[in-house]
């Protein structure tokens, strides 16, 4: 009784140890498409900020990064409908990274706005933090905490290197370089893990 007992324990734990490594497996076949959308719409709104801020000297112009959070969570959910639709289960894994990026959506969407708009509200002093490299420390993490619970190096070293050195040299060059340290960041941490994803998928 005791050996069947002991056999059934190993067997319930090599179907949960099979059942999450395929978890992690599908959800990294379909990681490479949001991190290319994401990182292209960074991209985009990185230069496009750069651009219009460098020519008019108005800082304001960071609010576009608001929008593109916007279209991004838009394309996000339609994404998530689609899946549904198409009956593809979501697994323990790919709840896990929804957590993960919800979070940084939640930091990055109200960092802002308790830095520049409450904290001069309630008379609290400006402490002269730049946002940008806050966000990018904030990506760089999230993007090394998927890949290391997907076990995909790509993912982990863009994280690592672009959060890191382009925290570093976000901080350093202030003004709408800034904008252009960003672009190169999503670059580095979400397209280019985002297409040798696809590529392994494509060609496994």
């Given at each position: ?96 990274m ?18 520049y ?37 790509w ?10 050195l ?9 003004g ?5 340290v ?17 590529w392994?998928k494509?060609?496994a």
């Amino acid at each position: 009784m005791e050996n069947t007992n002991e056999m059934t324990a190993e067997r319930s734990l090599e179907i949960i140890r099979k059942y999450m490594e395929q978890s992690r497996k599908n959800t990294t076949k379909n990681a490479g498409l949001p991190m290319i959308i994401w990182g292209s719409l960074c991209l985009v709104t990185a230069l496009i900020v750069w651009h219009l801020w460098n020519t008019s000297g108005n800082a304001a112009w960071n609010n576009l990064w608001l929008v593109m959070a916007l279209i991004g969570w838009g394309i996000t959910v339609w994404m998530g409908h689609k899946e549904k639709v198409e009956r593809q289960p979501q697994t323990f894994i790919s709840k896990v990274m929804g957590h993960i990026w919800l979070s940084f959506g939640i930091f990055a969407s109200v960092l802002p706005i308790l830095m520049y708009v409450l904290m001069p509200l309630v008379g609290i002093p400006y402490f002269g933090v730049s946002y940008t490299p806050l966000i990018i420390l904030l990506l760089g993490l999230c993007a090394t905490a998927t890949g290391l619970i997907l076990h995909h190096g790509w993912i982990v070293a863009g994280g690592i290197i672009g959060g890191l050195l382009g925290a570093i040299f976000a901080d350093w060059l202030h003004g709408p370089t800034e904008s252009l340290v960003m672009a190169g960041v999503a670059v580095v941490t979400l397209i280019i893990p985002g297409i040798l994803i696809n590529w392994r998928k494509d060609n496994a």
